[in-house]
C-alpha cells in the first residue's frame, strides 16, 4: 500500500510563500499521478493542482494558475507544489493524493491514496 506525508505548512502572510512536499514510503509512486487538494473550514474539498505519472503534465485550478507549480522529483519518490503570493483564501488544510487519473484530475474520487494533510495558514 502506498503511503504518502505531506510537509512544508505552515504560517505565512499574504503575498508570501510556501513549498509543500508529498513523499511516498515503501514504494515508488512514479506510476501514479499526483493530486494535492485543500479544505476549508465549512467548504468543500477542492482539487488544487496535479500532475501526471509518466508525462509529467500539470493540471491547476483557476484560483491558483500563475501562483502555485507542481513537480515531482520520482528519484526521490516527492511532489512539491511551490505556492507563491499566497492569499488568505489559500489557507486550509493541504492534502497529496495519489491515484491512476483517467479522468477529471479534480475529482477526489480519482484518487486511492491519501496522506494526513499538512496545515497552511495565511495571516498577517
Known amino acids: 500500500q502506498l503511503q504518502l506525508e505531506e ?8 503575498g508570501g510563500s510556501l513549498r509543500l512536499s508529498c513523499s511516498a514510503s ?3 509512486f512514479d506510476y501514479y499521478a ?3 487538494f485543500r479544505e476549508a473550514p465549512g467548504k468543500e474539498r ?3 493542482s496535479c500532475i501526471g505519472s509518466s508525462d509529467g503534465v500539470s493540471y ?8 502555485f507549480t507542481i513537480s515531482r522529483d520520482n528519484g526521490k519518490n516527492t511532489v512539491y ?7 488568505p483564501e489559500d489557507a486550509g488544510v493541504y ?9 477529471g484530475w479534480n ?16 495571516s498577517s
Open 26 to 28: 515503501r514504494f515508488t
Open 34 to 36: 499526483i493530486g494535492w
Open 95 to 103: 492534502y497529496c493524493a495519489a491515484g491512476i487519473v483517467a479522468s
Open 46 to 48: 477542492e482539487g488544487v
Open 107 to 122: 475529482d477526489e474520487f480519482e484518487y486511492d491514496y491519501w496522506g494526513q494533510g499538512t496545515q497552511v495558514t495565511v
Open 60 to 67: 491547476y485550478a483557476e484560483s491558483v494558475k500563475g501562483r
Open 81 to 87: 507544489l511551490e505556492m507563491n503570493n499566497l492569499k
Open 7 to 14: 510537509s512544508g505548512g505552515g504560517l505565512v502572510q499574504p
